[in-house]
């Protein structure tokens, strides 16, 4: 995959001493990020562990403390959507799609009038059935089909980074590979960070990552060693590598990378 | 026969009225959740505006032909300015702090029409209704007075007009989308504010044009005219499906006429009852409306 990675070249997008509060408790501590400039950065973490809401915290959403740097600009002060016109794809986690809007429209707010003109020809060839479903309520789609809309609307504008939270959560094993594959796809052309709990998906996207623990990032590097570290993974993640998501298996269907069905999928 | 149609034209002009008071109140509603307690201030500043440019005091305004036109447009810019000034300097400031921004907006339903008594007095003021409009039209044999027209027809031509600018523009679909979720039409890159203002303006011009219109319709104008149509107008966005344009308007029909006939048939007063009663059943057997959803 990408080399890049092994070079420091200065991170797209840097989160430093991210601090998140929510009704009095401490959610984010001191969150430390990079995402890389190229290809694939996944966190990871247990659940709950604060991915989505230092997700939700570089975005905006969420009030929070701690300097953002895009590209070296310090953006913290930016309301989300003027930080988003800056150039950021964003696919929450319970996907944000507008089910009783159709699947057009969801597409149609997610251009950007009087910056460059939407990339549908990607969209409709990463995803062949949001052409045929256009007219279709957004509501009406099967879950993978609105992850296809969802990651769609980050494709569309011309976007210098993709957030994607959890893409193949509660997705069936085929639909995995299918949504991976477009992202490893979106990902040679646009960096991406991705939360994700399917390891066998994070083992063949991602080049960099970092994990949290309860708020704080406790590992931050390269995704293959971690990955390879059965002993740092269980400590970190509290499963073994090779696994595919994190306490929902029987242990013994964690054993082996290649005894699963969504490994073996996502690596064919 | 020609009761019947005299009725019927005048519950539905009534309805028009409720539905130029209530369209605005529930995309209000719908985008931002604020039960806009002022909206009858809106519609009384409109009311007044247009009075005043009418009666002479604005150069070219008068109470006939298109000096009528201009005193009613002039309304409508007025009650525009005030609403966009309502949002950015009570609604907004308190978006955070949604029990305050009630009692600020309650307390804007209540000084409006405070002012406007303290300047023009409480007493009912006569309208200026042009020659064109104070007469009749002869409809089905019956003669219905042609301001009962002029509402249907506004209210019509407001109700195609929103649902264009709804269903057509991408302004509206911001207004659609952020109606379910605000946060990811930012997150899209999308200015969600300038949909609330925008909303806002709108539903002052249709506040403001009611007045107005009300103003032809009741002859006279009042300060607590605004406050007691909006009690309707809040019956049809609940009947209506708090969001739903498509649903209030059906249900200003079902109001309207409602009123009218009960208070024709029974005694007079029990057809503001009926309204309360209709609204408790639609309440008990479809709680969320007619309609659920913007349309
Ligand atoms: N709005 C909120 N109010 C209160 N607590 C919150 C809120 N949002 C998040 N939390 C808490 O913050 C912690 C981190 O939540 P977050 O959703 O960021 O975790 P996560 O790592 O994305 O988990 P998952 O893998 O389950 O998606 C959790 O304990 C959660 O309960
Ligand atoms: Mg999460």
């Known amino acids: 995959m990408n080399a890049a990675g092994n070079a420091h070249p200065r991170p797209l997008l840097a989160a430093r001493d991210l601090r998140v509060r929510i009704g009095g408790r401490h959610i984010l501590h001191d969150v430390h990020l990079d995402v890389a400039p190229h290809g694939v950065t996944a966190l990871l973490g247990r659940n709950g562990a604060g991915k989505t809401t230092t997700v939700r915290a570089i975005l905006g959403l969420v009030p929070r403390t701690g300097s953002i740097l895009l590209d070296g600009q310090d953006v913290s002060g930016l309301r989300t959507h003027v930080l988003v016109r800056r150039g950021i794809g964003y696919a929450p986690e319970d996907r944000g799609v507008f089910t009783a809007l159709t699947v057009a429209e969801n597409l149609r707010l997610a251009e950007r009038p009087g910056s460059r003109p939407p990339d549908y020809a990607l969209v409709h060839d990463l995803f062949p059935e949001l052409r045929q479903r256009a007219g279709?309520?957004?509501?009406?789609?099967?879950?993978?089909?609105?992850?296809?809309?969802?990651?769609?609307?980050?494709?569309?504008?011309?976007?210098?980074?993709?957030i994607v939270d959890e893409p193949t959560k509660g997705l069936a094993p085929k639909i995995v590979t299918e949504v991976a594959e477009a992202l490893e796809r979106a990902a040679r052309a646009v960096p991406v960070l991705m939360v994700e709990q399917n390891l066998a998906v994070v083992r063949r996207l991602a080049t960099t990552c970092a994990v949290l623990v309860d708020g704080r990032t406790a590992y931050a590097g390269e995704a293959a060693p971690l990955l390879a570290d059965p002993r740092a993974t269980r400590r970190l993640l509290g499963v073994a590598s090779g696994s595919t998501r994190g306490g929902q298996d029987p242990p013994g269907a964690r054993a082996s990378a290649a005894e699963s069905p969504d490994t073996r999928e996502a690596q064919s | 026969m020609d009761t019947l149609v005299l009725l019927t034209m005048t519950g539905l002009g009534l309805g028009a009225l409720y539905f130029l008071i209530a369209s605005g109140l529930s995309l209000i509603f719908g985008l931002m959740d604020v039960l806009n307690f002022a909206h009858g201030a809106l519609l009384s500043v409109g009311a007044y505006a247009c009075w005043w440019a009418a009666s002479g005091h604005l150069p070219g305004a008068g109470p006939?032909?298109?000096?009528?036109?201009?005193?009613?447009?002039?309304?409508?810019?007025?009650?525009?300015?005030?609403?966009?000034?309502?949002?950015?300097?009570?609604?907004?400031?308190?978006?955070?702090?949604?029990?305050?921004?009630?009692?600020?907006?309650?307390?804007?339903?209540?000084?409006?029409?405070?002012?406007?008594?303290?300047?023009?007095?409480?007493?009912?003021?006569?309208?200026?209704?042009?020659?064109?409009?104070?007469?009749?039209?002869?409809?089905?044999?019956?003669?219905?007075?042609?301001?009962?027209?002029?509402?249907?027809?506004?209210?019509?031509?407001?109700?195609?007009?929103?649902?264009?600018?709804?269903?057509?523009?991408?302004?509206?679909?911001?207004?659609?989308?952020?109606?379910?979720?605000?946060?990811?039409?930012?997150?899209?890159?999308?200015?969600?504010?300038?949909?609330?203002?925008?909303?806002?303006?709108l539903g002052g011009a249709l506040a403001a044009l009611g007045g107005a219109l009300g103003g032809v319709y009741f002859g006279e104008v009042d300060p607590g005219q605004g406050t007691s149509l909006l009690i309707y107008a809040f019956?049809?966005?609940?009947?209506?499906?708090?969001?739903?344009?498509?649903?209030?308007?059906?249900?200003?029909?079902?109001?309207?006429?409602?009123?009218?006939?009960a208070n024709y048939f029974t005694t007079a007063g029990l057809g503001d009852l009926a309204v309360v009663v209709l609204l408790a059943v639609v309440l008990l057997v479809r709680p969320r409306g007619l309609m659920g959803r913007l349309t």
């Open chain 1, 136 to 162: 279709q309520p957004a509501g009406t789609l099967s879950g993978g089909q609105q992850q296809m809309v969802a990651i769609a609307r980050t494709l569309l504008a011309d976007n210098r980074l993709v």
């Open chain 2, 235 to 261: 019956v049809v966005v609940v009947v209506g499906g708090m969001s739903s344009v498509t649903g209030a308007a059906a249900a200003c029909v079902a109001v309207g006429l409602l009123q009218q006939f």
């Open chain 2, 64 to 201: 006939h032909g298109a000096g009528f036109v201009l005193a009613v447009a002039f309304g409508v810019v007025t009650g525009t300015l005030a609403a966009v000034a309502l949002e950015v300097g009570v609604v907004r400031p308190l978006y955070a702090r949604p029990r305050e921004q009630v009692l600020a907006n309650v307390g804007v339903g209540l000084a409006v029409p405070a002012l406007l008594s303290g300047i023009w007095g409480s007493d009912a003021r006569t309208f200026p209704v042009p020659d064109a409009l104070s007469g009749t039209v002869t409809l089905l044999g019956a003669r219905v007075p042609a301001n009962r027209i002029l509402l249907i027809g506004c209210a019509l031509a407001v109700l195609v007009g929103l649902r264009v600018l709804l269903g057509r523009t991408r302004a509206g679909l911001v207004v659609r989308a952020g109606v379910q979720d605000r946060a990811m039409v930012s997150a899209l890159g999308i200015d969600v504010r300038r949909a609330f203002t925008l909303v806002f303006a």
